[in-house]
């Protein structure tokens, strides 16, 4: 029976390590694989992600008791996910970068820490995982399989893009739905790095820099390849 959900639970923590793995070393197996065996690949994930992200709205509402203009798919994560379903299935690269900063920080804190009332083996906590663990393993098989990668650019205009642009604009969704979208009127639940911030709505001001440092931080390791060579 799952319990209450516990950041160092034994269980959480088996299931993030097992999450990481799947997600470095699953696309590693088809390396040197036809062309058409990693296109079947790209195009099964992005029909799992896609669908996922279709019926999570009603697990939402009929299992977790969310208010249907609470479960919309208009988190990060959310559009994390249709960005690097879009590219898997043969859009621009502009999505890749998307997913590539949203989708590695977003949901990797939400792997690390989710925002779930129950933990280990509770179907709310699964799926949650699930879904998380599907956007950065999309991600990995773009850079593994298909030679993506983010370049210092792609970091400025996806940053300057998410702060001036769409922070703004999902503003205006909380404010005309009432919710809490991006989380920017309330911080989420649980144990997360919001706790150290100030008391929503000021928290944001911290989280606007925190942001830009973890996306930068998962930019350095190309920057430093691109240095050594």
């Known amino acids: 029976m799952a319990e209450a959900f516990n950041l160092l639970a034994p269980s959480h923590i088996t299931t993030f390590i097992i999450s990481l793995l799947i997600i470095v070393f699953l696309p590693r197996i088809f390396i040197g694989s036809s062309p058409k065996t990693i296109k079947v690949l790209r195009y ?24 249907w203009v609470d479960a919309l798919p208009l988190h990060m994560c959310a559009f994390s996910t249709w960005c690097i379903s879009i590219y898997l299935l043969g859009g621009p690269r502009i999505f890749f970068n998307f997913a590539y900063f949203w989708g590695i920080v977003g949901a990797g804190m939400s792997l690390l820490t989710p925002d779930t009332t129950l933990g280990f083996p509770s179907f709310e906590y699964l799926n949650h995982m699930y879904g998380h663990l599907l956007i950065i393993l999309g991600v990995n098989i773009g850079m593994v399989l298909m030679n993506e990668r983010p370049h210092l650019k792609d970091f400025l205009n996806v940053m300057t893009f998410t702060t001036a642009a769409f922070l703004p604009a999902m503003y205006g969704v909380n404010f005309l739905l009432d919710a809490n979208y991006w989380y920017i009127l309330e911080k989420p639940v649980g144990d997360n790095i919001t706790a150290l911030m100030p008391d929503a709505p000021y928290h944001i001001l911290a989280l606007i820099p925190v942001a830009w440092l973890l996306t930068f931080a998962i930019y350095v390791p190309f920057l430093l390849k691109d240095k050594n060579a």
Do not use: C, G, Q, T
């Open 44 to 67: 099964v994930l992005a029909f799992l992600m896609i669908s996922h992200e279709l019926v999570d709205p009603f697990i939402k509402v009929n299992i977790r008791d969310f208010a």
